[in-house]
């Protein structure tokens, strides 16, 4: 099985080193020298890791092959894919991977389906769970533990305890003052 680590970002430098966007949990596993990542788009790769270090938080990466600042250019925005055993699972037991999570159906503590998981979104401050409803809307669930109570592999379910108004926007209370000041106006 395929997954994306990485996203390659602007040229650092001269010598051809490129910033990247972390997208693993393991990156030290996925992205050390000597591994060999696929690419998308493919024409671009495949591309074995030279050199990689950590400046000012950012996670550089050299390309054999990828000798100068033009060069590196070329790869921008270019995911990085590692092939990963299927039956793998991270070491940490409060972790999973994407396509562990994918299809799992989505229960309130109480049993009430809310739907399956359609897709998950990776943003800075949290992941997100994108679940397609019986009715075919979406909701966003925040993959975090205080929403997202349980991950059951073996049931095949994720268990949410959503606060007001997440599922149901009808439900959903006025979060600040100003904008509770400004409906008794």
Do not use: C, W
Request: no cysteine.
């Amino acid at each position: 099985m395929q997954l994306v680590v990485g996203r390659i970002g602007r040229a650092h430098g001269i010598k051809g080193e490129v910033t990247v966007e972390v997208r693993t949990d393991e990156p030290e596993l996925r992205l050390g020298p000597g591994a060999v990542l696929a690419t998308d788009p493919a024409g671009t790769g495949p591309l074995t890791v030279e050199t990689g270090r950590v400046h000012s938080g950012r996670l550089l990466l050299r390309f054999a092959g990828v000798a100068d600042r033009t060069a590196a250019e070329a790869l921008r925005n270019t995911l990085l894919i590692a092939d990963v055993d299927p039956d793998e699972t991270p070491e940490d037991p409060e972790e999973f991977y994407d396509h562990q999570l994918m299809d799992l159906d989505v229960v309130t503590v109480d049993g009430t389906v809310v739907g399956r998981i359609a897709e998950i979104s990776h943003l800075p401050s949290q992941d997100l769970f994108i679940v397609e409803r019986p009715d075919g809307s979406e909701v966003m669930i925040p993959f975090v533990s205080e929403i997202v109570t349980e991950i059951d592999l073996d049931g095949q379910r994720a268990v949410v305890d959503p606060p007001r108004g997440l599922l149901d926007i009808d439900e959903a209370e006025v979060a600040s003052s100003r904008d509770a000041e400004e409906e008794q106006e």
